[in-house]
């Protein structure tokens, strides 16, 4: 059938006209896009939730009930927020597009489960009021909301946001005198006082892979996160290059630069996997960096927003004040993302470069 | 002209800080407690109500030329005056205010009523613009150190507010400023634009 193409009074001959003699007048034309795909804002919103599902549980393995309740909490927070403001402002947005809840889970991930509920109430409102709704809603805020309402938790709360607690199951195994540190904190400790040894850190890194450390609620388990990651990738609705990248720079830098001095030896080359599985890298690299609204679309400068924020994260890890700097590093390429965009905008088919 | 219209116009209409936006720098700084905002108020109302009559009286004699330095001298005599008399008087104040004191000098509002009003008008509508723009400015510190104080050290008027709630100490700092004149500035033009019927 040519219909598209041929907006003609007269039908062709392949018309269904002569098959039961009724007469076709007219040809529809309408505007595209003309092939449909059943997914939807809300469609995507749900797989990111199901995928979610498993660092949730690890989650609540971990760190007992008290991360689910933080969870709850602050979904219904984010829920709340964003149905007030739609009611209060009169906006006609969707509120069932299970954005706040993705947003509420993610902010509860980023928050260590023993802070206070309100406290995570508090930051979930702060993300979906402040750095979403204020700026328009979903697709127009610039910053990623999950993680501004982690910044706004980091400078409200110091104290209780860097209060963490061992796993149920006890603390690392093969690392003495450490309860409640988290892996990077202890490993910037160890490195900073010349106390580091390469075996203790690689007994570590089998209950790094399944979770079985302190630190934020959602970024325990690697395993889980992993899974969830890869559930997205075959769904197609995060790109393989964001997290990729983003991994791969930290796991090059951290060796490269690995401050032991050498590159073969099995302390270097423990380093760099400590480095991707500690603190909450795969959660950043697979559910927040690939954030739609708030990377760049270019295939080229997804690559670029990937590489900063894995360059930066290391930066932060290794030189700045705080043990951990996905949050911060993911944060400031946001704000990156309209420069990266207009500087690799890809070249339209057949364009010759302007002579002058 | 009516009294009443122009304190509502230096109160809501024109507010230096939530309508016109002046003078942001010392707003965002000294608003972190009632006792600061409404001390730094006071004294620029004082040092504008002052400089406007002065620059009303003499605007025929300053050259146009030379007329920014000319009103820089003047503000920055008040704000000496106001310097010395905080120093002696009220000294655990003039600590807490620090530098912004002497910034008053530099301050957008002084000089912009002085640019845009004084210099224009006669002495009594100076007098009376200088007083209302004072006050708006006051009040707008008074809204915003009120909400930083309250959710920032949970205090207010340096006595506890809510026992049991943990302060966000993030509204004492710059961010927490730069939140909440937002979210009053916002505020402020939606009753505005609904008063008006502007419809968006």
């Known amino acids: ?356 | 002209m009516m009294i009443g219209q122009e304190i509502k116009r230096g109160i809501i209409d024109e507010n230096p800080i939530l309508v016109l936006a002046l003078g942001l720098c010392p707003s965002l700084a000294v608003s972190t407690s009632v006792q600061n905002g409404f001390g730094m108020g006071m004294a620029a109302t004082f040092v504008l109500t002052c400089s406007n009559v002065i620059i009303s009286l003499l605007r025929k004699v300053i050259p146009d030329k030379v007329r920014i330095p000319c009103f820089i001298v003047i503000i920055a005599m008040f704000v000496t005056i106001v310097q010395l008399v905080l120093k002696a008087y009220l000294p655990a104040l003039d600590k807490q205010l620090g530098i912004f004191v002497p910034l008053i000098v530099v301050n957008c509002i002084i000089l912009g009523r002085a640019e845009a009003y004084a210099s224009r008008n006669n002495v009594f509508k100076s007098l009376i613009d200088g007083l209302v723009m004072g006050v708006g400015f006051t009040f707008a510190l008074c809204i915003l150190s009120v909400i930083r104080e309250i959710l920032g050290s949970n205090k207010l008027l340096g006595f506890k507010f809510v026992p049991g709630f943990q302060p966000m100490t993030v509204f004492i700092l710059a961010p927490g400023g730069f939140f909440t004149i937002a979210f009053v500035m916002g505020v402020v033009r939606y009753i505005g634009n609904r008063k008006r019927g502007v419809r968006r």
Not at chain 1, 2 to 18: F, G, I, L, V
């Open chain 1, 1 to 356: 059938m040519t219909n598209e193409q041929q907006p003609t009074k007269e039908p062709t001959n392949e018309s269904p006209m002569a098959a039961d003699g009724v007469k076709i007048e007219t040809f529809q034309l309408t505007a595209s896009p003309h092939l449909r795909q059943p997914e939807s804002v809300s469609h995507i919103m749900m797989w990111v939730v199901i995928a979610l599902l498993p660092s949730l549980a690890a989650g609540v393995v971990f760190f007992g009930p008290q991360a689910l309740l933080l969870t709850v909490v602050s979904v219904l927070a984010a829920i709340v927020t964003e149905w007030a403001i739609v009611k209060f402002l009169k906006k006609s947005a969707a509120i069932g597009d299970f954005s706040a809840v993705v947003t509420g889970v993610l902010v509860a991930f980023n928050v260590s489960s023993t802070l206070p509920w309100w406290m995570a109430a508090i930051g979930s409102a702060f993300a979906i009021g402040v750095a979403k709704m204020t700026f328009g809603g979903l697709g127009a805020n610039f910053i990623n909301p999950a993680l501004a309402g982690r910044a706004f938790l980091m400078a409200a709360y110091p104290s209780a946001m860097t209060r963490f607690s061992p796993t149920t199951f006890g603390s690392l195994s093969g690392i003495d005198g450490i309860s409640s540190a988290t892996p990077l904190a202890q490993f910037k400790a160890a490195m900073a006082d010349g106390s580091f040894q390469a075996l203790d850190f690689q007994d570590a890194l089998s209950n790094l892979f399944l979770g079985n450390v302190g630190g934020c609620l959602g970024e325990t388990s690697a395993l889980a996160l992993l899974a969830g990651g890869i559930l997205l990738l075959y769904k197609r609705i995060i790109p393989l290059r964001i997290p990729l990248v983003y991994i791969g720079t930290v796991f090059l830098l951290s060796w490269i630069f690995n401050g032991t001095g050498a590159h073969f030896t099995s302390s270097a080359i423990i380093i760099p996997f400590y480095h991707i599985l500690a603190g909450g890298l795969f959660l950043g690299a697979f559910f927040m960096a690939t954030d739609m609204v708030t990377s760049p679309i270019t295939p080229a400068g997804k690559i670029v927003f990937a590489a900063g924020c894995g360059v930066l994260t290391f930066l932060i890890r290794k030189f700045g004040g705080y043990p951990e700097g996905v949050s911060y590093s993911i944060l400031l390429m946001n704000l990156f993302v309209p420069l990266i965009e207009r500087s690799t905008r890809p070249k339209m088919y057949g364009k010759v470069k302007n002579r002058d």
